[in-house]
């Protein structure tokens, strides 16, 4: 033991004088010396060399105490110095960036469970895993199995989580986006959302298309929050965002939901849709839109939609600006003033919104059916904006 000693402490003062010297020569001594001494210098020896001034070379050095730690795996619960060591190795790979150890960390990872050695692995993992299909690949998967344990309310580690999601962040594999994102919504700490959502924004590649796949394969409520998401970021330009927004809309129509929930969110999303379409006056979109209006007309006559959702779907075509449109909110009017005529009463921002949005559309399809209200039996301002909505009309 006393030789060892004094062994480590002849390596700190050639590590001392590394930069002189021949690094490699150096490292090579550690390692030698790593590999015969006890537990407790082993520690010492990653210790000093962390120190020393050519530390960012010793990175075989580091790899090889993960390695030793792996070899006597199970002693790990019983001993914590063999944790205090793979700490230590980790912290210095990550510091230095040494990606051969990749390998190694990542077996670190999986072979102990321990909260302490898995978050400095996933730190250093990554530091050094970038470019490794296979390293991101098992972060993802253990993201997501987090993510369906705390879904399921079984006891995810919610301090790992946060280790994973930096270092996916850092990793910015455009693979780790669906992952990344269902943490971001699942409910997880307000740091833990605030940590997925600033690695959400760090992953490369286009973040449109990125947010579209969510949209297209994600879970109604992920779904509505990508589409949220897309709407209110500025590194997306508004025609990115229509169109989005119109896929979204043909996602939300097409797509059919077993839940209440799910529904909801589903309609949730076309709201938005519609919305954003609207204000960009985006007109492919308006076969899309006629159809929502159709079945947000049979929702809200069923109690599943609201009014508001219904002033919305009229609304979102009363800019788009096309003959089709005009064609569609008149043929909603001509139903409107049906009730109206035999006494079922009306709704009296409903029939407003119809009428404005056929004066904005300015087209003559709705002229006869327009005249003909002012002969029902609407109230005055309801007369009024079809008398305003008149003089709007193409000839």
């Given at each position: 033991?006393?030789?060892?000693?004094?062994?480590?402490?002849?390596?700190?003062?050639?590590?001392?004088?590394?930069p002189a010297q021949d690094a490699q020569k150096v490292l090579e001594t550690y390692r030698r010396?790593?590999?015969?001494?006890?537990?407790?210098?082993?520690?010492?020896?990653?210790?000093?060399?962390?120190?020393?001034?050519?530390?960012?070379?010793?990175?075989?050095?580091?790899?090889?105490?993960?390695?030793?730690?792996?070899?006597?795996?199970?002693l790990l619960p019983a001993d914590p110095r063999f944790r205090q060591?793979?700490?230590?190795?980790?912290?210095?790979?990550?510091?230095?960036?040494?990606?051969?150890?990749?390998?190694?960390?990542?077996?670190?990872?999986?072979?102990?469970?321990?909260?302490?050695?898995?978050?400095?692995a996933a730190t250093a993992l990554g530091a050094v895993g970038a470019g490794d299909t296979e390293v991101v690949d098992h972060l993802n998967r253990f993201l997501d199995s987090?993510?369906?344990?705390?879904?399921?309310?079984?006891?995810?580690?919610?301090?790992?989580?946060?280790?994973?999601?930096?270092?996916?962040?850092?990793?910015?594999?455009?693979?780790?986006?669906?992952?990344?994102?269902?943490?971001?919504v699942l409910g997880y700490s307000a740091e833990t959302t605030q940590i997925a959502r600033e690695s959400l924004l760090a992953v490369k590649g286009d973040l449109r298309e990125m947010l579209a796949g969510i949209v297209r394969s994600g879970k109604?409520?992920?779904?509505?929050?990508?589409?949220?998401?897309?709407?209110?970021?500025?590194?997306?330009?508004?025609?990115?965002?229509?169109?989005?927004?119109?896929?979204?809309?043909d996602v939300g129509l097409h797509t059919s939901a077993s839940d209440t929930g799910s529904?909801?969110?589903?309609?949730?999303?076309?709201?938005?849709?519609?919305?954003?379409?609207?204000?960009?006056?985006?007109?492919?979109?308006?076969?899309?839109?006629?159809?929502?209006?159709?079945?947000?007309?049979m929702e809200a006559d069923r109690g599943l939609a609201d009014k508001g959702a219904l002033l919305e779907a009229i609304a979102s075509l009363g800019t788009i600006g096309t003959h089709e449109a005009a064609v569609r909110l008149t043929q909603y009017l001509v139903l409107l003033n049906s009730y109206t005529e035999k006494g079922k009463g009306y709704d009296e921002q409903v029939v407003g919104a119809v009428i404005e949005n056929l004066g904005l559309l300015a087209d003559k399809v709705a002229f006869?059916?327009?005249?003909y209200t002012q002969y029902l039996?609407?109230?005055?301002?309801?007369?009024?904006?079809?008398?305003?909505?008149?003089?709007?009309l193409r000839w």
């Open positions: 033991m006393r030789r060892l000693l004094g062994i480590v402490a002849a390596l700190c003062v050639a590590a001392v004088a590394a010396n790593f590999a015969i001494a006890s537990l407790d210098v082993k520690i010492q020896i990653l210790q000093d060399a962390a120190a020393a001034p050519a530390a960012k070379e010793f990175g075989s050095l580091y790899q090889q105490a993960i390695e030793f730690v792996l070899e006597n795996v199970v060591l793979a700490g230590i190795a980790a912290e210095q790979v990550a510091a230095i960036g040494y990606a051969p150890a990749r390998t190694a960390l990542w077996r670190l990872f999986q072979e102990d469970a321990e909260t302490g050695t898995r978050i400095r987090q993510n369906a344990l705390f879904a399921a309310g079984k006891g995810a580690d919610l301090q790992v989580v946060p280790a994973i999601l930096r270092a996916l962040g850092l990793l910015g594999d455009p693979s780790s986006f669906p992952s990344i994102f269902t943490a971001m109604p409520a992920e779904k509505q929050l990508a589409l949220q998401m897309a709407v209110e970021n500025d590194r997306i330009s508004d025609a990115d965002k229509a169109a989005l927004a119109e896929f979204a809309l529904r909801a969110s589903l309609r949730a999303m076309r709201i938005l849709a519609a919305r954003t379409l609207r204000d960009r006056s985006w007109q492919k979109a308006s076969p899309l839109l006629i159809e929502n209006l159709d079945m947000t007309i006869d059916d327009l005249m039996n609407y109230n005055n301002a309801i007369k009024k904006a079809a008398r305003a909505a008149l003089e709007h």
